[in-house]
């Protein structure tokens, strides 16, 4: 009995990360107008996403803090809804097809700077 509660929990703080998550990245998508077909907004969510994951994932005081629960709704579910790998790729695709030289940007600045602000997020993290 205590396993299924253990669970629902989780499922529910999935769901209500999720809305949170998916809320804030179309208010995002709505601040940020593509300027010459460029995806802003999904670039900023991605880079968002990769330095708050890292922040959360190295610090270990904010990991002893949460329960499990309230972890894995956070990472998994808000900042899972908030990122998107699908957008990346279907942008990609559109861009490859008007300028390959704005995807070939896009890419590069996706890659080095999620690692960037990964780096960033741990770095923080640590200190």
Request: aromatic share 14%.
């Amino acid at each position: 009995m205590q396993k299924r509660l253990n669970q629902s929990k989780l499922f529910i703080a999935v769901g209500i990360g999720g809305a949170i998550g998916a809320i804030s990245r179309y208010s995002i998508a709505q601040f940020f107008a593509d300027i010459n077909g460029f995806p802003f907004a999904t670039l900023t969510v991605n880079l968002l996403g990769s330095f708050f994951l890292c922040l959360i994932l190295f610090q270990p005081k904010v990991i002893q803090r949460l329960k499990p629960w309230m972890f894995t709704g956070l990472t998994v579910g808000l900042i899972g809804s908030f990122t998107t790998f699908s957008a990346i790729i279907l942008e990609l695709y559109d861009l490859w097809h008007v300028n390959m030289g704005l995807a070939v940007i896009y890419l590069s600045i996706t890659i080095s700077g999620g690692l960037l602000c990964c780096f960033l997020g741990y770095k923080l993290a640590q200190s």
